[in-house]
Structure formats: C-alpha cells, structure tokens
C-alpha cells in the first residue's frame, strides 16, 4: 500500500510552546489529507481536513487558531499545536487519500506529543 | 455515515482463523465496507474494502453478506502480530472523512 510518514515520531515540549508535525505522502500525491487525535485507550477522532491550495476545514470543537494546518503542496500537510498545554498531549495521526484512487485512505505512523 | 457495531473484544488461538464481525444494518447501497488495525501505538493500516462483492487480499478475506447488513474480516491465519484492535468503518466513496468507532481488540494467543 502506500506510503505515509510523519516527523517528528516523538515531541517533548514545555508548556506555551509550539510544535509542529510534518505529513507527508511519500508515492503517491494527495489533494486531500486528514488530522486525528488519538487519547490513550480511546478512538481515533478527526480534528480536521486539510485541503493542498486552501483552508482547513476543522470538526466541531477543534479551535482552528490553536491548531494550523498548512497544505502548501501535494504531498505535505503540516500541524501546529499553538501554545500547547498538558491537555494537548496526545497521538497525532495523519491519513491521506491518493488523488488518483480515490477509494482508500492511508495513515502515519503517529506523533507523540508530550507537553510538560 | 452508517453506524457499524462490533464485539468489544475477542481472542484468537494462534494458527487458527480469525473471524471478526460487523454489523451495518443502515448502510446505504453506495458504501463501502472498509476494515483497518492499529497495533498498540501505531497509526492504522488498511487491510480491505468492499462493495457487495467478497474480497480477498495477501492480509485478509472479506465476506459481506448478501443484504449487506453486516460482514465478517477473516484473518485465515492469525500470528501474534495480528494482536490489534480492528475497525470496520463504512464510508460513502467521496465523502471527506472515516469516522472511527471503538473496535474490536484481537488478542491472538500462544
């Protein structure tokens, strides 16, 4: 299948801080990529929908102002936790949909993100 | 999207079939069946899809029954790396996002 990476696979930071985590689709190129968080034992749930050229569109409840995302390319997506907390940490996962085969969505390995 | 239930958990005798099933009793005719696993801290992995039609890859077998209201993910021969909790989504061909329920957690043992 194809391939999706992430950078960093593990953030440590202080409080206040920002980090931002690295998408990228390595063969293939995705128009559309997707943003999850993931707490411990719980699901996968979508933050947002970030499309190559515009804006995100963001789910109910994810404060877009804390959470950039930046598409500037066909196979990058960037997230930036702005001003992170404790509460923001979390796994960080991104997906990615192939624009030419539309029917499947591919995953990151996940970023760690631990704020102190 | 359609709502899919599936057991909380199940166990798995290593070397033997898994079957983990899915109920999707209001998916609608142009859905798909999608099934994905995550291992413990990893992101997840893609295993198949369906329409109406069986499927069978290198990972796994799907097999969908005939009103599509449900469908079971075969792991024919499960190793302990198949340990994973296992998500069946339905997902309307281009609609944006998956929506993940909680899962079934696979623990294949020795």
């Known amino acids: 299948g194809a391939v999706v990476s992430q950078h960093p696979s593990w953030v440590i930071c202080k409080s206040g801080t920002s980090v931002k985590i690295e998408c990228r689709s390595l063969?293939?190129?995705?128009?559309?990529m997707f943003w999850y968080r993931q707490f411990p034992k719980q699901s996968l749930m979508l933050m947002a929908t970030?499309?190559?050229?515009?804006?995100?569109?963001?789910e109910q409840g994810v404060e877009k102002d804390k959470f950039l995302i930046n598409h500037a390319s066909l196979t990058l997506s960037t997230l930036t936790v702005t001003s992170a907390h404790p509460e923001d940490s979390s796994f960080y996962i991104c997906?990615?949909?192939?624009?030419?085969?539309?029917?499947?969505?591919?995953f990151g390995p996940g970023t760690r993100l631990l704020v102190l | 999207d359609a709502k899919t239930t599936q057991p909380t958990s199940m166990d798995c005798a290593e070397g033997r079939a898994a079957n983990l099933p899915c109920n999707h009793s209001?998916?609608?005719?142009?859905?798909?069946v999608y099934w994905y696993r995550q291992i413990h801290s990893q992101g997840p992995q893609y295993i198949i899809h369906?329409?109406?039609n069986n499927e069978t890859n290198e990972m796994a077998s799907l097999i969908i029954t005939e009103d599509r209201k449900s469908s079971t993910l075969i792991l024919p021969h499960a190793t302990l790396r198949d340990t994973a909790v296992y998500y069946c989504?339905?997902?309307?061909?281009?609609?944006?996002?998956?929506?993940f329920g909680t899962g079934t957690r696979l623990t294949v043992i020795p």
């Open positions: 997906s990615a949909r192939d624009s030419q085969v539309q029917e499947t969505q591919y």
């Open positions: 063969d293939f190129q995705a128009t559309t």
């Open positions: 970030s499309n190559e050229g515009s804006k995100a569109t963001y």
């Open positions: 209001t998916i609608s005719g142009n859905e798909y």
């Open positions: 369906g329409l109406k």
């Open positions: 989504i339905v997902w309307l061909l281009g609609a944006n996002n998956l929506f």
